[in-house]
């Protein structure tokens, strides 16, 4: 106690500095590594304006710098409508231009004129759990800060590799290095999941870009080159999906697909409430990351799900009412311009699933639709919905199955669909 008393004392007047190694460590790297780091902008030739805002830092002493896919992906999209303005830690202005790109891991390497010739170390090996480790970048265009947080790790139930990382990034620090406390680049930024939740992309990716070199590519070869790291990522993870063995799992009179993938997170919830006159039980099983292609256009996904409806106070005309409003493919939020995709075309038929029990010889409705991607050619927007129902004199009872996939090949829609609904049977 008197110890304690002291040292309050002590720090409350002075008698000996209170700052951490921690905080020294972030001077030190701030200062170091500033040179290095810049602020990568994308502008509007028209107006003269900013249209997007990010972070990079020099990966090679010939000039290239790493940053985000989505910071600059106006620019590949639309390269006679924008230029990249390179910002150094004493704001003189470079100009830059795209060299690669990696948008399955969203990133992309620069070429800058007028750099030094330096660059920062990457450094692919994990750390320990709790590591502190620092980001840098150019919040909401405020200037360069160093942010301070906890390495926590591969992100669990993930379909693309990400750091969790405990710490606050913001706008404009997209594309900005992580550094170790050796400051070496262990990740990059790029994206907020909540306060104190975000996400980089291990250096790993990062090597494997630059590993192709440094040769520029041809502005006409950008949509072939995102196709192909696209097309290339949907057929590995749906092989590795549809290879592997799935478990099942007893959800009511059925046994159906649980957790078929370690990119999933799965949840249920039900609805008993007596004013609806029906019982409503749910299974939903999802990957939570994406792939970013534009503004508000949005790949990679996948999704599946169960409901379940029983009444035994609804009438026979009431009850498949109700499973006709019910009756509709999940909408997909990824996009909904025009330009992006064409519209849904779907085939409905009705097919018996293996394992029937004699008395159950009702068969099941099922909906298939694709939607096809208008710039990356090949790949579709897929969504299926199956449904069966069987009433009694007392009783009511209803299985709607839902699966959706985005940025996927018609091969791939076809096993998947052809494994899932193979996988439905009734219990025994």
Partial sequence: MLWYRFCLFALLFGLFPFHSYADDTATKLFERNSPLV??????DQASGNKST???????SPSGVIATNYHVVSDYILEKDKYSIEVLDHENNSL?????NFDIVHDLALLQTEGMDEQSLKLNVELLAHGNRIYSMGNPNDLGMTIVEGTYNGLVEASRYNKYLFSGSLNPGMSGGPVFNSDGEVIGVNVSK????????????????LMSHGFKPLSADDYNAHAIDYLFDDQDVYYRSLLDADWLTKDFLDFELPDKIHDSLKCWGHSEDDDDIRYEETHRHCKTEDEIYLKADFYTGSFNFSYASIISEELNTVQFYKLLETKYSISSFSNSDDKQETTNFVCNTKFIQLGGKPEQHDTPWKVTSCIRAYIEYEGLYDAGLIALYADSSDSKHESLMIRLNASGISKQNITRLHNKFMGKVKWKH
Avoid at 53 to 59: A, T
Avoid at 95 to 99: F, G, K, L, R, Y
Avoid at 193 to 208: K, M, N, T, W, Y
């Fill in 95 to 99: 100009q830059s231009s795209v060299i």
């Fill in 193 to 208: 999941g909540g306060e104190q939740i975000s996400f980089l992309v291990p250096a790993r990716h990062l090597v494997e």
């Fill in 38 to 43: 810049f602020q990568i902008k994308v502008i």
């Fill in 53 to 59: 805002i990010g972070s990079g830092f020099q990966v």
